[in-house]
T-cell receptor, first 114, second 113 residues
Framework: AQSVSQHNHHVILSEAASLELGCNYS??????LFWYVQYPGQHLQLLLK??????LVKGIKGFEAEFIKSKFSFNLRKPSVQWSDTAEYFC????????????FGSGTRLLVRP | GAVVSQHPSWVICKSGTSVKIECRSL??????MFWYRQFPKQSLMLMAT?????????EQGVEKDKFLINHASLTLSTLTVTSAHPEDSSFYIC?????????FGPGTRLTVL
């Protein structure tokens, strides 16, 4: 079955540290890829998305992600995190041949210490 | 991005009663809407896919008679939790799709006493 794996369940960083959150998926066909963020007590917000083209995608709030097709990966990065980045981050994938259903990873809870 | 609303944002009900949750796409017409469930500190689990004017498609393990979905128009889908029990307490989230991307509502927290 298709799955999305987020390897880091909990990450704790100090402000200004660099961030990389891993995301791998198991489907071999064409996919759309997403990273969502959920701040405490708030709803899901889209950080960035990849449909096609340049595999390095830039999103909001200084986040970026790189799609590496050969590795089935779509890792999220930010060079310097802030306390306000404390949130839960979800990677999600949908297959181009499905009914646009999103398969979510288990999420990574990021805590940034001031 | 597009705006999706949910109503109510939270609800508390007694065991055995039914609860209806509304999901509206405010500024676009959504041919497909999705309903998710999120348990505390867990990821979103897709419950069903709702298409306007047709029956919803439920994911494996989701009881269609318990979670009734009605997609009456291109801007409104409703989820009714029938005969709710404490184990149905959860955070229910809807999304509306423009065929490439999903836009998420703020969620509804259901507590069944």
């Amino acid at each position: 079955a298709q799955s999305v794996s987020q390897h880091n369940h909990h990450v704790i960083l100090s402000e200004a540290a660099s961030l990389e959150l891993g995301c791998n998926y198991s489907y071999g066909g064409t996919v759309n890829l997403f990273w969502y963020v959920q701040y405490p007590g708030q709803h899901l917000q889209l950080l960035l998305k990849y449909f096609s083209g340049d595999p390095l995608v830039k999103g909001i709030k200084g986040f970026e992600a790189e799609f590496i097709k050969s590795k089935f990966s779509f890792n999220l990065r930010k060079p310097s995190v802030q306390w306000s980045d404390t949130a839960e981050y979800f990677c999600a994938v949908n297959r181009m041949d499905s009914s646009y259903k999103l398969i979510f990873g288990s999420g990574t809870r990021l805590l940034v210490r001031p | 991005g597009a705006v999706v609303s949910q109503h109510p944002s939270w609800v508390i009900c007694k065991s055995g009663t039914s609860v209806k949750i509304e999901c509206r796409s405010l500024d676009f017409q959504a041919t497909t809407m999705f309903w998710y469930r999120q348990f505390p500190k867990q990821s979103l689990m897709l419950m069903a896919t709702s298409n306007e004017g047709s029956k919803a498609t439920y994911e494996q393990g989701v009881e269609k008679d318990k979670f009734l979905i009605n997609h009456a128009s291109l801007t409104l889908s409703t989820l009714t939790v029938t005969s709710a029990h404490p184990e149905d307490s959860s955070f229910y989230i809807c999304s509306a799709s423009n065929d490439r991307e999903q836009f998420f509502g703020p969620g509804t927290r259901l507590t069944v006493l």
